[in-house]
Protein backbone atom coordinates (compact mmCIF):
# COMPACT_ATOMS: atom_id res chain seq x y z
CA UNK A 1 0.00 0.00 0.00
CA UNK A 2 1.38 3.32 -1.20
CA UNK A 3 0.66 6.62 0.71
CA UNK A 4 -1.92 8.43 -1.06
CA UNK A 5 -2.44 12.13 -1.30
CA UNK A 6 -5.63 12.97 -0.08
CA UNK A 7 -7.17 16.50 -0.88
CA UNK A 8 -9.81 18.09 1.74
CA UNK A 9 -11.95 20.71 0.67
CA UNK A 10 -12.42 23.71 3.37
CA UNK A 11 -15.61 23.14 5.35
CA UNK A 12 -16.60 26.85 4.37
CA UNK A 13 -16.23 25.74 0.31
CA UNK A 14 -18.80 22.97 1.36
CA UNK A 15 -21.30 24.04 -1.48
CA UNK A 16 -24.90 25.61 -0.56
CA UNK A 17 -26.69 24.33 -3.53
CA UNK A 18 -27.54 21.30 -5.21
CA UNK A 19 -27.04 21.17 -8.89
CA UNK A 20 -30.42 20.50 -11.30
CA UNK A 21 -28.91 19.14 -15.17
CA UNK A 22 -32.26 18.92 -15.96
CA UNK A 23 -31.67 23.44 -16.91
CA UNK A 24 -28.66 22.72 -18.89
CA UNK A 25 -30.29 19.80 -20.92
CA UNK A 26 -31.19 20.25 -24.50
CA UNK A 27 -33.57 17.29 -24.79
CA UNK A 28 -35.44 17.19 -21.71
CA UNK A 29 -36.57 14.10 -20.23
CA UNK A 30 -40.02 12.59 -20.78
CA UNK A 31 -42.59 13.18 -18.35
CA UNK A 32 -43.46 10.73 -16.07
CA UNK A 33 -47.20 9.50 -16.76
CA UNK A 34 -50.38 8.44 -14.58
CA UNK A 35 -50.40 4.69 -15.13
CA UNK A 36 -54.26 4.84 -15.34
CA UNK A 37 -54.66 7.80 -17.29
CA UNK A 38 -51.61 7.41 -19.40
CA UNK A 39 -51.45 11.20 -19.34
CA UNK A 40 -48.34 12.95 -17.99
CA UNK A 41 -47.98 13.12 -14.19
CA UNK A 42 -49.21 16.71 -12.23
CA UNK A 43 -47.18 17.18 -9.19
CA UNK A 44 -50.49 17.35 -6.67
CA UNK A 45 -50.64 13.52 -7.71
CA UNK A 46 -47.42 12.95 -6.20
CA UNK A 47 -48.26 14.36 -2.83
CA UNK A 48 -50.18 11.98 -1.43
CA UNK A 49 -46.63 10.13 -1.31
CA UNK A 50 -43.92 12.08 -1.14
CA UNK A 51 -43.34 15.34 1.05
CA UNK A 52 -44.77 18.45 -0.96
CA UNK A 53 -40.80 19.76 -0.90
CA UNK A 54 -39.80 17.03 -2.64
CA UNK A 55 -42.13 17.17 -4.89
CA UNK A 56 -41.39 20.58 -5.86
CA UNK A 57 -38.26 19.47 -6.46
CA UNK A 58 -38.72 16.62 -8.66
CA UNK A 59 -40.88 19.00 -10.87
CA UNK A 60 -38.25 21.42 -10.81
CA UNK A 61 -36.18 23.35 -13.69
CA UNK A 62 -33.60 25.67 -11.72
CA UNK A 63 -30.45 24.81 -12.53
CA UNK A 64 -29.74 25.34 -8.32
CA UNK A 65 -31.70 24.88 -5.59
CA UNK A 66 -30.64 25.97 -2.32
CA UNK A 67 -29.78 23.46 0.36
CA UNK A 68 -31.66 24.49 3.47
CA UNK A 69 -29.58 25.33 6.44
CA UNK A 70 -30.51 22.65 8.91
CA UNK A 71 -29.42 19.90 6.45
CA UNK A 72 -26.32 21.83 5.56
CA UNK A 73 -25.41 21.74 9.27
CA UNK A 74 -26.46 17.92 9.26
CA UNK A 75 -23.95 17.63 5.98
CA UNK A 76 -20.85 18.62 7.97
CA UNK A 77 -21.06 16.23 10.47
CA UNK A 78 -19.32 14.16 7.64
CA UNK A 79 -18.77 16.32 4.46
CA UNK A 80 -16.79 17.60 2.89
CA UNK A 81 -15.82 14.13 2.01
CA UNK A 82 -11.88 13.35 0.58
CA UNK A 83 -11.00 13.46 -2.66
CA UNK A 84 -7.86 11.24 -2.74
CA UNK A 85 -5.31 10.63 -5.37
CA UNK A 86 -5.04 6.49 -5.53
CA UNK A 87 -0.68 6.69 -6.12
CA UNK A 88 -1.14 2.50 -4.61
CA UNK A 89 -3.64 1.83 -7.17
CA UNK A 90 -1.65 3.42 -9.69
CA UNK A 91 2.01 1.83 -8.74
CA UNK A 92 -0.02 -1.81 -8.92
CA UNK A 93 -1.16 -1.61 -12.55
CA UNK A 94 1.95 0.33 -13.89
CA UNK A 95 -0.08 2.75 -15.52
CA UNK A 96 0.34 6.37 -16.83
CA UNK A 97 -3.25 7.13 -15.77
CA UNK A 98 -3.85 9.51 -13.19
CA UNK A 99 -6.47 7.69 -10.76
CA UNK A 100 -8.41 9.49 -7.87
CA UNK A 101 -11.57 8.77 -6.37
CA UNK A 102 -14.32 10.47 -4.31
CA UNK A 103 -14.58 8.79 -0.80
CA UNK A 104 -17.95 8.57 0.28
CA UNK A 105 -17.36 5.62 2.73
CA UNK A 106 -16.87 8.31 5.35
CA UNK A 107 -20.13 8.91 6.09
CA UNK A 108 -21.79 7.54 9.21
CA UNK A 109 -23.47 5.05 7.67
CA UNK A 110 -20.77 3.71 5.35
CA UNK A 111 -22.35 5.34 2.19
CA UNK A 112 -23.30 8.12 0.16
CA UNK A 113 -26.75 7.35 0.85
CA UNK A 114 -26.77 10.27 3.52
CA UNK A 115 -26.53 12.93 1.52
CA UNK A 116 -30.30 12.02 0.22
CA UNK A 117 -31.59 10.48 3.49
CA UNK A 118 -31.16 13.92 5.20
CA UNK A 119 -33.24 16.31 3.17
CA UNK A 120 -35.32 13.75 2.52
CA UNK A 121 -36.66 13.35 6.35
CA UNK A 122 -36.08 17.08 6.44
CA UNK A 123 -39.17 17.91 4.08
CA UNK A 124 -40.80 15.17 5.18
CA UNK A 125 -40.66 16.52 9.09
CA UNK A 126 -41.27 20.16 8.30
CA UNK A 127 -44.31 18.67 6.67
CA UNK A 128 -45.58 17.68 9.54
CA UNK A 129 -45.49 13.95 8.67
CA UNK A 130 -45.21 11.03 11.28
CA UNK A 131 -44.15 8.06 9.66
CA UNK A 132 -42.16 7.14 6.93
CA UNK A 133 -41.83 3.74 4.71
CA UNK A 134 -38.93 2.76 2.25
CA UNK A 135 -36.90 -0.14 0.52
CA UNK A 136 -33.32 -0.92 0.34
CA UNK A 137 -31.76 -3.43 -1.64
CA UNK A 138 -28.33 -4.11 0.07
CA UNK A 139 -29.18 -1.88 3.59
CA UNK A 140 -27.11 1.09 2.52
CA UNK A 141 -30.17 3.53 2.17
CA UNK A 142 -32.07 1.71 4.99
CA UNK A 143 -29.29 2.45 7.11
CA UNK A 144 -29.32 6.37 6.01
CA UNK A 145 -33.08 7.00 6.28
CA UNK A 146 -32.96 5.28 10.31
CA UNK A 147 -30.27 7.50 11.46
CA UNK A 148 -32.14 10.71 9.08
CA UNK A 149 -35.27 9.66 10.58
CA UNK A 150 -34.25 9.22 14.51
CA UNK A 151 -32.61 13.17 14.13
CA UNK A 152 -35.59 14.06 13.06
CA UNK A 153 -38.18 12.19 15.69
CA UNK A 154 -39.53 9.81 12.77
CA UNK A 155 -40.61 6.21 12.47
CA UNK A 156 -39.19 4.59 9.91
CA UNK A 157 -40.33 1.40 8.17
CA UNK A 158 -37.72 -0.97 5.83
CA UNK A 159 -38.46 -3.44 3.83
CA UNK A 160 -35.41 -5.09 3.09
CA UNK A 161 -35.02 -7.34 0.08
CA UNK A 162 -34.94 -10.87 1.18
CA UNK A 163 -31.54 -12.23 -0.09
CA UNK A 164 -29.78 -9.21 1.08
CA UNK A 165 -31.85 -9.35 4.46
CA UNK A 166 -30.43 -13.20 4.29
CA UNK A 167 -26.91 -12.12 3.21
CA UNK A 168 -25.90 -9.13 4.94
CA UNK A 169 -27.51 -9.52 8.64
CA UNK A 170 -24.70 -6.59 10.50
CA UNK A 171 -27.06 -3.98 7.72
CA UNK A 172 -30.13 -5.00 9.59
CA UNK A 173 -28.69 -4.17 13.03
CA UNK A 174 -27.69 -1.50 11.97
CA UNK A 175 -31.22 -0.22 10.60
CA UNK A 176 -32.41 -1.34 14.28
CA UNK A 177 -29.97 0.46 16.34
CA UNK A 178 -31.00 3.44 14.65
CA UNK A 179 -34.81 2.71 15.43
CA UNK A 180 -36.20 1.39 12.27
CA UNK A 181 -38.00 -1.77 11.86
CA UNK A 182 -36.53 -4.28 9.02
CA UNK A 183 -38.74 -6.36 7.02
CA UNK A 184 -37.86 -9.06 4.52
CA UNK A 185 -39.19 -8.31 1.03
CA UNK A 186 -41.75 -10.07 -0.13
CA UNK A 187 -43.20 -10.29 2.72
CA UNK A 188 -46.80 -11.02 4.12
CA UNK A 189 -47.24 -7.67 5.42
CA UNK A 190 -48.26 -6.21 2.46
CA UNK A 191 -50.87 -7.65 -0.36
CA UNK A 192 -48.43 -6.85 -2.70
CA UNK A 193 -46.27 -8.92 -0.88
CA UNK A 194 -49.18 -11.68 -0.64
CA UNK A 195 -49.88 -11.79 -4.02
CA UNK A 196 -45.81 -11.92 -5.11
CA UNK A 197 -45.34 -14.82 -2.41
CA UNK A 198 -48.29 -16.80 -4.12
CA UNK A 199 -46.71 -16.94 -7.57
CA UNK A 200 -42.77 -16.74 -6.52
CA UNK A 201 -42.76 -18.53 -2.72
CA UNK A 202 -38.92 -18.83 -2.46
CA UNK A 203 -38.36 -15.61 -4.55
CA UNK A 204 -35.15 -14.20 -3.33
CA UNK A 205 -37.23 -10.62 -3.16
CA UNK A 206 -35.42 -7.54 -5.50
CA UNK A 207 -35.98 -3.76 -4.82
CA UNK A 208 -39.01 -3.76 -7.38
CA UNK A 209 -40.97 -5.70 -4.97
CA UNK A 210 -39.39 -4.27 -1.69
CA UNK A 211 -40.47 -0.52 -3.19
CA UNK A 212 -44.28 -2.21 -3.84
CA UNK A 213 -44.65 -3.07 -0.29
CA UNK A 214 -43.36 0.19 1.49
CA UNK A 215 -45.11 1.98 -1.31
CA UNK A 216 -48.15 0.36 -0.51
CA UNK A 217 -47.39 0.69 3.21
CA UNK A 218 -47.32 4.43 2.75
CA UNK A 219 -50.68 5.25 0.79
CA UNK A 220 -53.08 3.06 3.46
CA UNK A 221 -51.54 4.49 6.54
CA UNK A 222 -52.26 7.72 8.01
CA UNK A 223 -49.83 10.50 7.90
CA UNK A 224 -47.20 8.19 6.26
CA UNK A 225 -45.16 8.99 3.67
CA UNK A 226 -42.45 7.18 1.12
CA UNK A 227 -39.02 7.87 0.69
CA UNK A 228 -36.67 6.63 -2.20
CA UNK A 229 -32.83 5.94 -2.63
CA UNK A 230 -32.46 6.55 -6.51
CA UNK A 231 -34.19 6.44 -9.60
CA UNK A 232 -35.90 10.20 -9.20
CA UNK A 233 -34.88 13.48 -9.99
CA UNK A 234 -35.10 15.12 -6.44
CA UNK A 235 -33.24 11.90 -5.17
CA UNK A 236 -29.98 12.37 -8.17
CA UNK A 237 -30.49 16.17 -7.57
CA UNK A 238 -29.64 15.87 -3.37
CA UNK A 239 -26.57 13.40 -4.59
CA UNK A 240 -24.64 16.02 -6.63
CA UNK A 241 -23.48 17.85 -3.59
CA UNK A 242 -20.81 14.63 -4.43
CA UNK A 243 -19.60 15.99 -8.11
CA UNK A 244 -20.03 19.90 -6.74
CA UNK A 245 -17.06 18.95 -4.61
CA UNK A 246 -15.00 16.85 -6.30
CA UNK A 247 -14.81 19.80 -8.73
CA UNK A 248 -13.47 21.79 -6.60
CA UNK A 249 -11.00 19.44 -5.54
CA UNK A 250 -9.77 18.50 -8.87
CA UNK A 251 -9.14 22.43 -9.47
CA UNK A 252 -7.13 22.19 -6.08
CA UNK A 253 -5.37 19.31 -7.49
CA UNK A 254 -4.61 21.61 -10.71
CA UNK A 255 -6.61 18.24 -12.71
CA UNK A 256 -9.46 17.91 -14.93
CA UNK A 257 -10.76 14.52 -15.60
CA UNK A 258 -10.86 12.60 -18.75
CA UNK A 259 -13.21 10.07 -17.41
CA UNK A 260 -15.74 9.94 -14.69
CA UNK A 261 -17.01 6.50 -13.52
CA UNK A 262 -20.12 5.54 -11.13
CA UNK A 263 -21.59 2.17 -10.55
CA UNK A 264 -25.03 1.72 -11.02
CA UNK A 265 -28.48 0.63 -10.06
CA UNK A 266 -30.97 3.43 -10.29
CA UNK A 267 -28.51 6.18 -10.91
CA UNK A 268 -28.06 8.60 -7.66
CA UNK A 269 -24.44 8.19 -7.43
CA UNK A 270 -23.31 7.83 -10.98
CA UNK A 271 -25.39 10.95 -11.31
CA UNK A 272 -23.98 12.63 -8.13
CA UNK A 273 -20.44 12.12 -9.23
CA UNK A 274 -20.66 13.00 -12.92
CA UNK A 275 -23.68 15.99 -13.33
CA UNK A 276 -21.65 18.76 -12.00
CA UNK A 277 -18.61 18.00 -14.61
CA UNK A 278 -21.27 16.88 -17.41
CA UNK A 279 -22.78 20.26 -17.13
CA UNK A 280 -19.28 21.70 -18.55
CA UNK A 281 -19.77 19.71 -21.55
CA UNK A 282 -23.13 20.60 -21.99
CA UNK A 283 -22.67 24.43 -21.55
CA UNK A 284 -18.50 24.82 -22.40
CA UNK A 285 -17.68 21.90 -24.51
CA UNK A 286 -15.55 19.90 -22.56
CA UNK A 287 -15.23 16.22 -23.75
CA UNK A 288 -14.94 14.37 -20.46
CA UNK A 289 -16.37 10.73 -20.66
CA UNK A 290 -18.90 9.55 -18.34
CA UNK A 291 -19.23 5.90 -17.79
CA UNK A 292 -22.23 4.11 -15.67
CA UNK A 293 -20.33 0.66 -14.67
CA UNK A 294 -23.75 -1.88 -14.02
CA UNK A 295 -23.57 -6.02 -13.16
CA UNK A 296 -23.54 -7.98 -16.53
CA UNK A 297 -26.29 -9.55 -14.27
CA UNK A 298 -29.07 -6.79 -13.90
CA UNK A 299 -27.70 -4.90 -17.57
CA UNK A 300 -30.74 -2.15 -18.20
CA UNK A 301 -28.24 0.25 -19.39
CA UNK A 302 -25.97 -2.54 -21.59
CA UNK A 303 -29.09 -4.73 -22.96
CA UNK A 304 -32.65 -2.89 -21.90
CA UNK A 305 -34.80 -0.91 -23.69
CA UNK A 306 -36.06 2.64 -23.30
CA UNK A 307 -39.61 2.32 -22.74
CA UNK A 308 -41.86 3.71 -19.98
CA UNK A 309 -42.44 1.26 -17.26
CA UNK A 310 -42.93 1.31 -13.66
CA UNK A 311 -40.36 1.72 -10.61
CA UNK A 312 -41.82 -1.24 -8.99
CA UNK A 313 -42.74 -5.03 -9.76
CA UNK A 314 -46.68 -5.00 -8.91
CA UNK A 315 -47.62 -1.89 -10.77
CA UNK A 316 -48.40 0.78 -8.16
CA UNK A 317 -45.60 3.68 -9.16
CA UNK A 318 -46.43 6.32 -12.03
CA UNK A 319 -44.73 5.01 -15.84
CA UNK A 320 -41.05 6.48 -15.82
CA UNK A 321 -39.47 6.49 -19.38
CA UNK A 322 -36.31 4.64 -18.76
CA UNK A 323 -33.80 2.23 -19.97
CA UNK A 324 -35.23 -1.49 -18.33
CA UNK A 325 -35.36 -4.94 -18.22
CA UNK A 326 -39.07 -4.98 -17.26
CA UNK A 327 -40.44 -4.37 -14.12
CA UNK A 328 -40.63 -8.59 -14.01
CA UNK A 329 -37.23 -8.99 -14.36
CA UNK A 330 -36.04 -10.75 -11.26
CA UNK A 331 -32.23 -10.14 -10.69
CA UNK A 332 -29.83 -12.64 -9.65
CA UNK A 333 -28.62 -13.10 -6.31
CA UNK A 334 -25.23 -11.28 -5.91
CA UNK A 335 -23.86 -9.57 -3.39
CA UNK A 336 -24.26 -6.18 -4.97
CA UNK A 337 -27.58 -5.73 -3.46
CA UNK A 338 -28.08 -2.11 -4.27
CA UNK A 339 -27.54 -3.14 -7.87
CA UNK A 340 -30.11 -5.33 -8.07
CA UNK A 341 -32.62 -2.95 -10.28
CA UNK A 342 -34.83 -3.40 -13.46
CA UNK A 343 -34.39 0.31 -14.45
CA UNK A 344 -32.54 3.30 -14.39
CA UNK A 345 -33.77 6.80 -13.95
CA UNK A 346 -35.60 8.96 -16.59
CA UNK A 347 -32.62 11.94 -16.50
CA UNK A 348 -29.49 8.94 -16.89
CA UNK A 349 -32.30 7.14 -19.35
CA UNK A 350 -32.31 10.22 -22.21
CA UNK A 351 -28.59 11.18 -21.60
CA UNK A 352 -27.97 7.61 -22.59
CA UNK A 353 -30.27 8.08 -24.96
CA UNK A 354 -28.60 11.26 -26.31
CA UNK A 355 -25.20 9.37 -26.16
CA UNK A 356 -24.04 11.95 -23.95
CA UNK A 357 -23.15 8.88 -21.39
CA UNK A 358 -21.68 5.97 -21.42
CA UNK A 359 -22.82 1.82 -19.80
CA UNK A 360 -20.27 -0.87 -19.19
CA UNK A 361 -21.20 -4.10 -17.59
CA UNK A 362 -19.34 -5.97 -15.27
CA UNK A 363 -19.33 -9.37 -14.05
CA UNK A 364 -19.37 -10.22 -10.69
CA UNK A 365 -16.05 -11.95 -10.01
CA UNK A 366 -14.36 -9.26 -12.19
CA UNK A 367 -16.09 -7.29 -9.61
CA UNK A 368 -14.63 -8.80 -6.57
CA UNK A 369 -11.06 -8.82 -8.43
CA UNK A 370 -11.20 -5.36 -8.35
CA UNK A 371 -12.13 -5.03 -5.03
CA UNK A 372 -9.75 -6.94 -3.79
CA UNK A 373 -6.69 -5.23 -5.79
CA UNK A 374 -8.19 -1.84 -4.58
CA UNK A 375 -8.07 -2.82 -0.90
CA UNK A 376 -4.44 -3.97 -1.04
CA UNK A 377 -3.33 -1.06 -2.55
CA UNK A 378 -5.22 1.40 -1.31
CA UNK A 379 -6.29 0.19 2.38
CA UNK A 380 -9.92 0.76 2.03
CA UNK A 381 -12.51 -2.28 1.33
CA UNK A 382 -14.68 -1.20 -0.81
CA UNK A 383 -18.67 -2.38 -1.06
CA UNK A 384 -19.64 -5.08 -3.95
CA UNK A 385 -21.53 -2.10 -5.21
CA UNK A 386 -18.30 0.49 -5.83
CA UNK A 387 -16.46 -2.82 -6.98
CA UNK A 388 -17.81 -2.28 -10.25
CA UNK A 389 -16.66 1.52 -10.79
CA UNK A 390 -13.42 0.24 -9.55
CA UNK A 391 -13.33 -1.92 -12.21
CA UNK A 392 -14.03 -0.07 -14.79
CA UNK A 393 -11.19 2.41 -13.77
CA UNK A 394 -8.76 -0.25 -13.72
CA UNK A 395 -10.01 -1.54 -17.62
CA UNK A 396 -9.78 2.32 -18.20
CA UNK A 397 -6.14 2.60 -16.47
CA UNK A 398 -5.11 -0.52 -18.71
CA UNK A 399 -6.29 1.17 -21.92
CA UNK A 400 -4.25 3.83 -21.27
CA UNK A 401 -1.33 1.73 -20.14
CA UNK A 402 -1.61 -0.06 -23.87
CA UNK A 403 -1.94 2.93 -25.63
CA UNK A 404 1.02 5.13 -23.63
CA UNK A 405 -1.56 7.79 -22.88
CA UNK A 406 -1.50 9.96 -19.67
CA UNK A 407 -5.05 9.89 -18.70
CA UNK A 408 -6.87 11.11 -15.53
CA UNK A 409 -9.79 9.06 -14.10
CA UNK A 410 -11.96 9.99 -11.55
CA UNK A 411 -14.48 7.68 -10.11
CA UNK A 412 -16.78 7.59 -7.05
CA UNK A 413 -16.16 5.33 -3.70
CA UNK A 414 -19.48 5.26 -3.33
CA UNK A 415 -19.30 2.92 -0.02
CA UNK A 416 -17.00 0.95 2.30
CA UNK A 417 -17.50 -2.72 2.22
CA UNK A 418 -16.88 -3.39 6.08
CA UNK A 419 -20.20 -4.84 6.72
CA UNK A 420 -20.03 -6.80 3.46
CA UNK A 421 -17.19 -9.30 4.46
CA UNK A 422 -19.11 -12.28 4.20
CA UNK A 423 -18.95 -11.76 -0.04
CA UNK A 424 -15.49 -11.56 0.48
CA UNK A 425 -15.50 -14.51 2.67
CA UNK A 426 -17.13 -16.59 -0.09
CA UNK A 427 -15.29 -14.65 -2.78
CA UNK A 428 -12.41 -16.21 -1.56
CA UNK A 429 -13.76 -19.41 -0.82
CA UNK A 430 -14.62 -19.66 -4.30
CA UNK A 431 -18.38 -19.70 -4.31
CA UNK A 432 -19.50 -16.54 -5.92
CA UNK A 433 -19.78 -17.03 -9.52
CA UNK A 434 -20.38 -14.85 -12.47
CA UNK A 435 -24.43 -14.54 -13.85
CA UNK A 436 -25.22 -14.37 -17.48
CA UNK A 437 -28.97 -13.44 -18.40
CA UNK A 438 -30.45 -14.95 -21.39
CA UNK A 439 -31.29 -12.82 -24.15
CA UNK A 440 -35.08 -14.39 -24.23
CA UNK A 441 -35.48 -13.45 -20.63
CA UNK A 442 -35.46 -9.45 -20.73
CA UNK A 443 -37.30 -9.72 -24.73
CA UNK A 444 -40.32 -11.74 -22.79
CA UNK A 445 -40.20 -9.13 -20.15
CA UNK A 446 -39.58 -6.19 -22.50
CA UNK A 447 -42.66 -7.66 -24.75
CA UNK A 448 -44.92 -7.18 -21.67
CA UNK A 449 -44.43 -3.47 -21.90
CA UNK A 450 -47.58 -0.76 -23.17
CA UNK A 451 -45.64 0.90 -26.22
CA UNK A 452 -45.41 4.65 -24.68
CA UNK A 453 -42.32 5.95 -25.10
Known amino acids: MKTTKKIQLPESE ?40 LVEQEFSKERYIEIPDEVWQLYKIYRPSPLVRASGLEKALDTPAKIYFKNESVSPVGSHKLNSAIPQAYYNKIQGIKHITTETGAGQWGSAMSIACKHFGL ?6 VKVSYDQKPYRKFVMQTYGAEVIPSP ?24 ISEAVEAAVTHPDTRYTLGSVLNHVILHQTIIGLEAE ?8 YPDVVIGCFGGG ?45 TIGMTPLIPMFTLGHDFEPAA ?83 GL ?31 EKLA
Open 14 to 53: MPKAWYNIIADMKNQPLPMLNPGTKQPLKPEEMEGLFAKG
Open 155 to 160: DLQVYM
Open 187 to 210: STRTAAGRSYLEKHPNSPGSLGVA
Open 248 to 255: KQMEMAGD
Open 268 to 312: SNFSGITFPFLRHNLVDGKTTRFIAAEPASCPKLTRGKFEYDFGD
Open 334 to 416: IHAGGLRYHGAGSIVSQLLKDGLIEAQAVKQLDTFDAGVLFARSEGIIPAPESTHAIAVAIREALKAKEEGKEKTILFNLSGH
Open 419 to 449: IDMAAYDNYFAGKLTNFEVPDASIEDNIAKL
